[in-house]
């Protein structure tokens, strides 16, 4: 019986989000409400957007020191990196997705964090989405946030 309790809190202990992990999230989600905000609101077509697919993996690192563009995708990262756990030794598709936003009367590319989808999904989720909101910090161009929480699993 003793072993049992063990493993079992072996188990529990494995599985559960670490302080660091827990920080990390709020943190972006902070980021990402404030951003929301007080950034700019650019509407994005996703019928005009490029999707490139990649194939190379990066999982969130709760103790590396995040930029606040990486903070802000952070919560795609940690879906990507679910998926490929769950995923055990199957071929994992990821894309990112290129969109051209007017930034200041300039045309300007700004390049979505790594999705942990191919092309073919994201070219239907879109068709049946139509637009996304880009967030723009408006102090710091290079901090932005794609909003896809449509990409998101209904559960």
Same mark, same amino acid.
């Not at 709020?26 to 650019?42: D, H, Q, S, V």
């Given at each position: 019986? /003793?072993? @049992?309790? @063990?493993?079992?809190?072996?188990?529990?202990?494995?599985?559960?989000?670490?302080?660091?992990?827990?920080?990390?999230?709020?943190?972006?989600?902070?980021?990402?409400?404030?951003?929301?905000?007080?950034?700019?609101?650019?509407?994005?077509?996703?019928?005009?957007?490029?999707?490139?697919?990649?194939?190379?993996?990066?999982?969130?690192?709760?103790?590396?020191? %995040?930029?606040?563009?990486?903070?802000?995708?952070?919560?795609?990262?940690?879906?990507? %990196?679910?998926?490929?756990?769950?995923?055990? /030794?199957?071929? @994992?598709?990821?894309?990112?997705?290129?969109?051209?936003?007017?930034?200041?009367?300039?045309?300007?590319?700004? @390049?979505?964090?790594?999705?942990?989808?191919?092309?073919?999904?994201?070219?239907?989720?879109?068709?049946?989405?139509?637009?996304?909101?880009?967030?723009?910090?408006?102090?710091?161009?290079?901090?932005? %946030?794609?909003?896809?929480?449509?990409?998101?699993?209904?559960?």
């Amino acid at each position: 019986i /003793g072993l @049992i309790f @063990i493993i079992s809190g072996f188990i529990i202990l494995r599985k559960t989000p670490k302080l660091n992990e827990i920080n990390l999230l709020e943190k972006a989600e902070a980021l990402k409400k404030e951003l929301k905000e007080n950034g700019l609101r650019i509407e994005v077509n996703l019928e005009n957007c490029e999707i490139k697919e990649n194939h190379y993996y990066e999982k969130p690192d709760s103790t590396k020191t %995040y930029t606040d563009f990486e903070l802000l995708n952070f919560s795609e990262m940690a879906m990507y %990196y679910e998926m490929f756990d769950r995923a055990k /030794g199957e071929e @994992i598709k990821q894309s990112v997705v290129i969109a051209k936003v007017l930034l200041n009367g300039q045309e300007r590319k700004v @390049i979505s964090p790594i999705l942990p989808y191919d092309r073919i999904k994201l070219l239907f989720s879109f068709d049946k989405q139509k637009t996304t909101n880009v967030f723009i910090d408006k102090n710091d161009s290079e901090k932005y %946030y794609f909003d896809f929480e449509f990409l998101r699993e209904k559960k």
